[in-house]
């Protein structure tokens, strides 16, 4: 009941952002005059954009392969807490936008959607189980359920069209599609997966996903924008390494980059009020480095580690402890 208290305080200050402001220390002021940039909001708002009726944070990216910085090998980097919440117990809510209608040529639905039903209880997955939130001065560790999707929370939507160039606001949108299908969960991660072709510009070139956070019904939602990862090719993983019997060369990146959101919007739900580092969330400080396909039950699939503090001082790992 504290948590979803915080949450609800968290989005409340989200929400009033788009009248005028939450209070004194956050941050967040009014506007006047004329209607301000997605980019004057987000500077305003300590992260928040509204946009076309919807409220979103300013999305968290990960890069593509190009743009790693290949110099950053950390050690001895701790991630630092900030206050605010995780998912205790996470749950994936994963929605295949317009997949039945622009076609999965390379089975995307297929892999991740094993993915997803595997990771649970794995290794890989207890490396969150590390991090925690603390309410009313109780430390509430993460923990690494067998159930982290299932049949009932993989769902098709054809009913809304997508756009060419989904804009944030409209992946924003579409999440929250998810939760009025889904129902609202306080530790769910509600994954919208854009079809062949039709990605947010900038994937593939910039970037590979991103995670990020809306609002419903006064209430936290933790998203991840997660664009159809093969038309990017090897700038998000394709051929990245020797692929297990449970992927192809062409697929490799679907897993590495979902992997990577997942355990972002698990340990930083809403950025960066979890855990977080000078260098990047618990996935940015491996991104790209050491992968390798790991076991998830009698499945194998292409990995990236995840940063432990409590490993050597702190390091990449692909399973804890």
Not at 172 to 185: I, K, N, R, T
Not at 229 to 237: S, T, W
Request: with cysteine; net charge negative.
């Amino acid at each position: 009941m504290h948590k979803l208290s915080r949450l609800i305080g968290i989005a409340a200050c989200a929400a009033a952002f788009v009248a005028a402001g939450c209070s004194s220390n956050s941050g967040v002021t009014p506007s006047t005059g004329s209607p301000m940039t997605a980019q004057q909001q987000a500077a305003a708002s300590g992260g928040w954009i509204h946009e076309n009726g919807v409220t979103y944070h300013v999305p968290h990216y990960m890069v593509t392969v190009k743009m790693a910085r290949a110099g950053v090998r950390p050690n001895n980097i701790q991630l630092s807490y900030g206050g605010g919440p995780v998912l205790v117990t996470p749950k994936a809510y994963v929605i295949f936008w317009g997949f039945k209608t622009y076609g999965d040529k390379h089975n995307v639905r297929p892999l991740l959607k094993s993915y997803l039903e595997n990771m649970g209880g794995s290794g890989h997955n207890n490396i969150y189980t590390q991090y925690y939130d603390i309410v009313s001065g109780n430390k509430n560790f993460i923990t690494n359920p067998t159930d982290q999707a299932d049949k009932a929370s993989i769902w098709e939507d054809d009913t809304n069209p997508v756009p060419n160039q989904p804009s944030d606001a409209q992946v924003a949108a579409e999440a929250l599609v998810g939760v009025a299908h889904f129902g609202y969960d306080p530790n769910g991660s509600y994954v919208v997966n854009t079809p062949h072709g039709h990605s947010i510009a900038g994937f593939g070139s910039s970037f590979c996903a991103y995670h990020s956070a809306t609002t419903y019904k006064g209430q936290i939602v933790s998203y991840t924008n997660e664009p159809y990862m093969p038309d990017a090719g090897v700038n998000c993983g394709a051929n990245f390494i020797a692929h297990p019997k449970d992927e192809r060369a062409s697929d490799e990146g679907v897993t590495i980059v979902e992997g990577h959101e997942y355990g972002e919007s698990v340990t930083d739900p809403n950025p960066f009020s979890g855990w977080n580092s000078g260098q990047g969330e618990i996935g940015d400080l491996c991104a790209w480095t050491n992968v390798q396909n790991d076991p998830f039950g009698t499945f194998s699939y292409t990995s990236q580690p995840m940063y432990s503090n409590a490993s050597s001082g702190g390091s990449c790992v692909h399973s804890y402890p």
